[in-house]
């Protein structure tokens, strides 16, 4: 029921309810604000624009007991929503924002213009009224889509940063690749070294690089392109576009390492999984996006495993 004071605060920012029985609370906010379409009040949720007991809740099944407090703003929701073709919010809670990111974009300024994502996230953190910034954690490529997770803010950051291999418990990419993969899967094993030009040389013996461990499975095959799953055990840079072209199957549509084949028009590497230990709950977070029906039409009418 609405608290008997709301009427006294119509010109204030929030409606505010109190909690007569125990219920989920989007259960609690469809009933109570009658006014309001379904679909309003989940985009209200999901834009941080619901506080509980003075504290922002997000989750639809958030139990609420008797006695506790919910507080709906009663601002424009467009504010509080990232609008970008470039990055979708997948989680996002106190301390992280994981996010899907779309091709043709940065993780993080390179140049005063440069379009990347930390700047989207920080004004989408401005636009929300969240005391907060984006601190960069770990990158994709400008051409490369999917998962990434940032920081909200320093130590966060820190924990996500130096105990990263020990959180972090799966990362997947999938890729198509050119030509028809050889074997179902395997692994591959190398040093990886860049020279003063940033290319990255492999080597079976050490270089001075750092190692770097590959585990591939193929998913689907024609004659003409693979569709790979590649599984990082370390995470160096570009470590699977050149894997990949050491097996003699570069990623299609890569201009550095690959060898001209681009069927789709676009750097054919999608980061499709990421799990890893919440750094400050240490909960388990597990996150899987769809494999780009564009990599997946390439192979329409083959089974994908």
Not at 160 to 175: F, K
Request: net charge positive.
């Amino acid at each position: 029921m609405r608290n008997q004071n709301e009427a006294s605060r119509n010109n204030e920012e929030f409606i505010y309810l109190q909690v007569n029985e125990e219920q989920p609370l989007l259960e609690f906010l469809l009933k109570s604000i009658t006014h309001e379409s379904r679909s309003k009040i989940k985009a209200t949720l999901k834009g941080r624009g619901i506080k509980v007991d003075g504290k922002v809740v997000t989750q639809y099944d958030y139990l609420l007991l008797p006695g506790m407090n919910v507080a709906v703003s009663k601002r424009k929701r467009d504010d509080m929503i990232l609008k970008s073709r470039y990055v979708k919010i997948v989680y996002e809670d106190k301390y992280i924002v994981v996010i899907e990111k779309n091709i043709g974009i940065l993780s993080m300024a390179a140049g005063h213009s440069s379009l990347n994502v930390k700047s989207v996230l920080d004004d989408y953190f401005h636009k929300s009224h969240q005391r907060c910034t984006a601190h960069v954690v770990h990158r994709l490529d400008r051409d490369t889509s999917g998962l990434m997770v940032y920081a909200k803010d320093i130590r966060t950051e820190q924990i996500l940063e130096h105990e990263w291999h020990d959180i972090v418990y799966d990362r997947r990419y999938v890729a198509v690749v050119s030509g028809e993969m050889e074997e179902d899967g395997g692994t591959i094993r190398s040093w990886l070294k860049d020279n003063q030009a940033y290319i990255t040389y492999s080597s079976q013996t050490d270089n001075g690089g750092k190692y770097a461990v590959t585990h591939f499975h193929t998913l689907a095959r024609t004659t003409e392109h693979s569709l790979v799953e590649y599984r990082l055990e370390t995470g160096r840079k570009n470590q699977i576009r050149v894997h990949s072209a050491d097996i003699g199957h570069p990623v299609c549509g890569d201009v550095k390492y690959g060898n001209g084949d681009n069927p789709i028009g676009r750097l054919c590497l999608h980061a499709y999984i990421l799990c890893f230990y919440h750094p400050v709950t240490g909960k388990p977070m597990e996150f899987e996006t769809v494999i780009p029906p564009a990599f997946k039409r390439l192979f329409s009418g083959r089974p994908v495993r």
